[in-house]
């Protein structure tokens, strides 16, 4: 099974900072990787897939890139509606997510 | 609009069964593949199993094979989910996922959860 490695599990930021979270893969996983989004209560919401494809609608100040092995989620100006649980997800194979980063306002 | 409506989690004892239902409307639900994702309480996802838009191909977690099946009806828009055997380990909200068209295994639409309580 690919494992995936998420860090850091907990961040805290203020508005307007720049938030970056990092997932590791434990082999090649080309670009088959995903961003989700979780707030309090809620489903999960896709923000990113194949690594850096923005989904339709997703503000543009979340990006991602990466390949391989290594990739990155990116938020360039935190905004308070940004405060959530975000996932890595990779499909290289049958699908595994991340452990999660919890988002704060510091 | 796309919707998902899952039903069917309550509270079970151990050894126990429950079949989990997913009511889906808004988009052309036998052209995708669908999944099932839980989430233990307070716990990160967990995908649990997928079925593609024939049946043809099914697959599950290790930690459920075995136990659980999944099926679909696409005369009735519906994706299912028998669980035998219950653990206190499958004690989740259990999330119905669709593959919306980005390719396999890309989750963009969800339910809203139903959860499945495993106690004695």
């Known amino acids: 099974d690919i494992q995936m490695t998420q860090s850091p599990s907990s961040l805290s930021a203020s508005v307007g900072d720049r938030v970056t979270i990092t997932c590791q893969a434990s082999?090649?996983?080309?670009?088959?990787l995903n961003w989700y989004q979780q707030k309090p209560g809620k489903a999960p919401k896709l923000l990113i897939y194949?690594?850096?494809n923005l989904e339709t609608g997703v503000p543009s100040r979340f990006s991602g890139s990466g390949s391989g092995t290594d990739f990155t989620f990116t938020i360039s100006s935190l905004q308070p509606e940004d405060i959530a649980t975000y996932y890595c997800?990779?499909?290289?194979?049958?699908?595994?997510f991340g452990q999660g980063t919890k988002l704060e306002i510091k | 609009e796309v919707q998902l409506v899952e039903s069917g989690g309550g509270l079970v004892k151990p050894g126990g069964s429950l079949r989990l239902s997913c009511a889906a409307s808004g988009f052309t639900f036998s052209s995708y593949s669908m999944n099932w994702v839980r989430q233990a309480p307070g716990k990160g996802l967990e995908w649990v199993s997928s079925?593609?838009?024939?049946?043809?191909?099914?697959y599950y977690a290790d930690s459920v094979k075995g136990r659980f099946t999944i099926s679909r009806d696409n005369a009735k828009n519906s994706l299912y989910l028998q669980m035998n055997s219950l653990r206190a380990e499958d004690t989740a909200v259990y999330y119905c996922a669709g593959e919306g068209g980005y390719g396999d295994f890309i989750f963009d639409y969800w339910g809203q959860g139903t959860l499945v309580t495993v106690s004695s």
């Open positions: 079925i593609s838009s024939s049946s043809s191909y099914i």
């Open positions: 194949d690594a850096s």
């Open positions: 082999q090649d996983i080309s670009n088959y």
């Open positions: 997800q990779q499909y290289d194979n049958l699908p595994f």
